[in-house]
């Protein structure tokens, strides 16, 4: 079971490039978001989706866009990084409705230098 | 809106004692269920316990129990007879039912196990 795949697991770029962050889900959940978590703190949530073609603005929206062409795949995008955007990335899915759980992917170490 | 509050920022208790960690929520959605999970040092997020806001009883697995109290809206986790192992952070987490369901999560509570 492959569950919730992340990629790249660690990445540094400088500021002002782009980039994209993959994920990628095989258990057909209709449910996939976007957190990040800095050092010592709680998971923010970025953007999320509750299926394909549809997405919304999360708490922390700002400087990413995410889209949902299949259900399987929901891709975060930097538009243009910077040093606040540092942070441990982690995608997660899950079956929309009552109880269930909600897979993680491993995370994803970004540094903007 | 959705939020969740947890007020502990940071724990300490003895091995083999009980450990009560707080969690409030704010939702206006009429159904909704409520997550812990718990995080180790090495990263990965660990799912505890759920309870939905129509389940009567409160959650239990294993160790782990969801003191649920929905009129003072409270979803506080107890963990019973706690051990080394449970040293981590743990965060709570919120999911409304509506159309535009979203997972929120707190800012987490640091609990360190003293031997």
């Known amino acids: 079971n492959a569950g919730v795949t992340q990629t790249p697991k660690f990445q540094v770029l400088k500021t002002g490039q782009s980039m994209t962050l993959q994920c990628a889900q095989d258990?057909?959940?209709?449910?996939m978001s976007w957190y990040r978590q800095d050092p010592g703190m709680g998971l923010r949530l970025i953007h999320y989706?509750?299926?394909?073609?549809?997405?919304d603005q999360g708490e922390v929206p700002n400087g990413y866009n995410v889209s949902r062409s299949t259900t399987e795949d929901f891709p975060l995008r930097l538009l243009s990084a910077a040093p606040s955007q540092t942070s441990v990335y982690f995608c997660?899915?899950?079956?929309?409705?009552?109880?269930?759980?909600?897979?993680f992917g491993e995370g994803s170490w970004l540094t903007v230098v | 809106a959705q939020k969740i509050t947890q007020t502990q920022p940071g724990m300490f208790v003895q091995e083999k004692e009980a450990v009560t960690l707080d969690c409030t929520y704010d939702?206006?959605?009429?159904?909704?269920?409520l997550f812990w999970y718990k995080q180790p040092s090495s990263g990965e997020m660990i799912f505890l316990i759920y309870?939905?806001?129509?389940?009567?009883q409160n959650a239990t697995e294993g160790r782990y129990s969801l003191n649920f109290q929905k009129a003072r809206k409270s979803a506080n986790l107890v963990i019973s007879a706690s051990q080394l192992g449970d040293s981590a952070m743990y965060f709570c987490?919120?999911?409304?039912?509506?159309?535009?369901?979203?997972?929120?999560f707190g800012s987490g509570t640091r609990l360190s196990i003293r031997p």
């Open positions: 997660a899915s899950k079956t929309r409705g009552a109880g269930n759980t909600i897979y």
């Open positions: 258990m057909n959940h209709e449910y």
């Open positions: 989706s509750v299926g394909a073609g549809i997405t």
């Open positions: 939702t206006s959605d009429q159904s909704y269920g």
């Open positions: 309870q939905g806001s129509y389940d009567e």
């Open positions: 987490a919120s999911e409304g039912y509506s159309s535009a369901s979203k997972i929120i």
